[in-house]
């Protein structure tokens, strides 16, 4: 069975950061892309950054903040987020994708397995 678990938010002071990670069971890392969006309360859902075979794209508004990572030996991916916003607070998913144009991996409807997401919260 196919399983992203997220994991690792929680609540932190502008500027602060967090590591979320992404835990994939079910199928290896290697032949999928792996994306994460996040959702604020009354807003859609965003792609904030996106791997696969080595290459990753970032969001404007969290480029040269957030820096996304896979280790394959643990079957994780982690988003290492720093210099944290409060209009960075969401919930953060993780999402599976089994092809798509990079071009478009900020479309949601490319992925086809979700986790639960986790909540981060960005507040003094």
């Known amino acids: 069975e196919v399983q992203l678990q997220a994991s690792g938010g929680g609540l932190v002071q502008p500027g602060g950061s967090l590591r979320p990670s992404c835990a994939a069971s079910?199928?290896?890392?290697?032949?999928?892309?792996i994306g994460w969006f996040r959702q604020a309360p009354g807003k859609e859902r965003e792609g904030v950054s996106f791997?696969?075979?080595?290459?990753?794209f970032y969001a404007s508004s969290v480029k040269d903040r957030f820096t996304i990572s896979r280790d394959n030996t643990k079957n994780t991916v982690y988003l290492q987020m720093n210099s944290l916003k409060p209009e960075d607070t969401a919930v953060y998913y993780c999402a599976r994708a089994p092809r798509l144009p990079f071009s478009l991996w900020q479309a949601p409807h490319y992925y086809t397995n979700w986790g639960q997401g986790t909540q981060v919260t960005v507040s003094s």
């Open positions: 079910g199928f290896a890392l290697d032949d999928y892309g």
């Open positions: 791997i696969n075979v080595g290459r990753k």
